[in-house]
């Protein structure tokens, strides 16, 4: 049955998602094929924010919480989603250009190796399948790494996807399932009766169903005004993109606590992103999607030091801004919202939302259903900085010493 044919009769939606990135649609994917009523709202394009502003890396999740039950639960649910993102092409018929050749973390600083040694010894105690290279070995794996380096940690079971094709797949799939996806429509905030929240007003229409559900990323605070502050904060990053290369980079590569990251598409460009701490403030806070000057030069620097056969040779073909939504354990918001029955959360996807995404929609689908999702979701508890408030740190300083900084 289609979206517009259940609207046509009279009906309402049983579910209305917000968000159109790559967990709205993912979601609204998983319910329209349970056979839910699913009613998606997003105001600018399918993946107009980080969902198509993205690095394309996937299966890495959160190192933050190594051998730990936290720890155990990010690797389940980067372990489902890997699951679910290899069977996309049968199931959805669509080509997502995912390849998972592995990883290599690259250290360049006696710094960077004691922190990585330190984090492979205690992924390994939480099983996962890292090693710590030294530097031959690493150019073992990638021949174009400078001789300059230090060694590398190699993490299997990673690599990288065409992140707008895996939205759009996601998308057309809830669509033939009969979700309506209405595009350049805004849900401007919440219907609640007493605390039930029980449909939301878009286009100054009421909109009401059983559900809502929010995956509004670093959006989401616009919508829950009554979350803490900081729970979840809006965080640029930026990406520099070459013209087509002959093949070089054999995987993809992160360095540098995992602040800088890249990778090159099965078409040859090289993607790298980064630095975000010559961004002002860190680019921590801001919500316009522009570049700035100074993280560009970090970035090519970063590739050019690395993989000295680019100086000279690589073409910036372009570059751009997204904004993600940080939280401050890096971890997603993810599952019903306590303080208000009829309201689920799935936002806050830091810097991993293709690593999370796909099993995200399958729990949220799931969790309506009464299902068992079969996995730990106790540390994405939304309401779960409710208590004390969110004591922020950026996460991703962690493990930074002294490092390149920059003008604030
Ligand atoms: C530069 C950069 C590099 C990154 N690199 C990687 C990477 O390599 N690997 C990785 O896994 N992740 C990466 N990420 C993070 C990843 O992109 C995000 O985690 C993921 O896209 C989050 O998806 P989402 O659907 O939650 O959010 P978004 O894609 O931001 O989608 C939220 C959507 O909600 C819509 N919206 C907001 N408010 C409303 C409203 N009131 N009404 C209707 N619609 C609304 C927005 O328009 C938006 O389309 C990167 C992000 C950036 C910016």
């Not at 936290?70 to 997502?96: K, M």
């Not at 939504?325 to 689920?344: I, N």
């Not at 259903?369 to 740190?393: Q, T, V």
Request: aromatic share 6%; with cysteine; proline share 7%.
């Amino acid at each position: 049955m289609g979206g517009t044919v259940w609207r046509e009769h009279g009906g309402r939606p049983d579910v209305i998602v917000v968000g159109g990135g790559v967990v709205g649609c993912s979601i609204a994917y998983r319910l329209a094929a349970d056979g839910r009523r699913v009613l998606l709202l997003e105001r600018r394009g399918l993946a107009a924010g980080a969902s198509g502003r993205n690095g394309g890396m996937t299966g890495g999740g959160s190192s933050l919480h190594a051998a730990s039950s936290v720890g155990r639960a990010v690797a389940a649910l980067t372990a489902a989603n890997l699951a679910l993102l290899r069977a996309v092409p049968d199931e959805l018929g669509a080509e997502i250009e995912l390849r998972l050749p592995g990883t290599l973390d690259v250290i360049s600083t006696p710094e960077q190796h004691a922190h990585l040694a330190a984090a492979v010894a205690s992924q390994r105690e939480g099983g996962g399948g890292i090693v710590l290279l030294d530097r031959d070995e690493a150019r073992a794996v990638m021949p174009a790494l400078s001789p300059a380096i230090l060694g590398a940690a190699f993490a299997a079971d990673r690599g990288h996807l065409w992140p707008f094709a895996l939205v759009h797949a996601f998308a057309a799939a809830a669509r033939r399932h009969g979700a309506e996806l209405r595009i350049g429509s805004a849900a401007e905030r919440l219907l609640r009766a007493g605390d039930r929240v029980v449909g939301v007003v878009a286009g100054g229409e009421r909109i009401a169903a059983d559900e809502v559900v929010l995956a509004t990323n670093a959006y989401t605070p616009a919508l829950l005004p009554e979350l803490p502050p900081g729970a979840i904060v809006p965080a640029r990053g930026q990406i520099l993109v070459t013209r087509p290369l002959p093949p070089l980079l054999t995987v993809p590569f992160g360095t540098n606590f995992d602040k800088e990251y890249g990778r090159q598409t099965p078409d040859g460009r090289i993607l790298c992103g980064g630095y975000r701490r010559l961004d002002a403030g860190e680019g921590l806070g801001a919500t316009a999607e522009r570049v700035s000057p100074p993280v560009l030069a970090g970035i090519a620097r970063c590739l050019t030091g690395l993989f000295p056969a680019l100086a000279g040779r690589a073409r910036v073909a372009r570059a751009w801004a997204g904004i993600m939504g940080f939280t401050a354990d890096g971890l997603p918001l993810l599952g019903p919202y306590g303080p208000a029955p009829g309201l689920t959360l799935a936002a806050g996807f830091n810097g991993n939302g293709f690593s999370w995404a796909a099993a995200a929609g399958r729990a949220v689908a799931d969790l309506l259903a009464g299902r068992d999702p079969g996995l730990d979701l106790a540390p994405f508890r939304p309401d779960r900085f409710a208590a004390g408030g969110a004591a922020w740190r950026n996460p991703y300083t962690a493990g930074e010493g002294v490092g390149e900084r920059g003008a604030a």
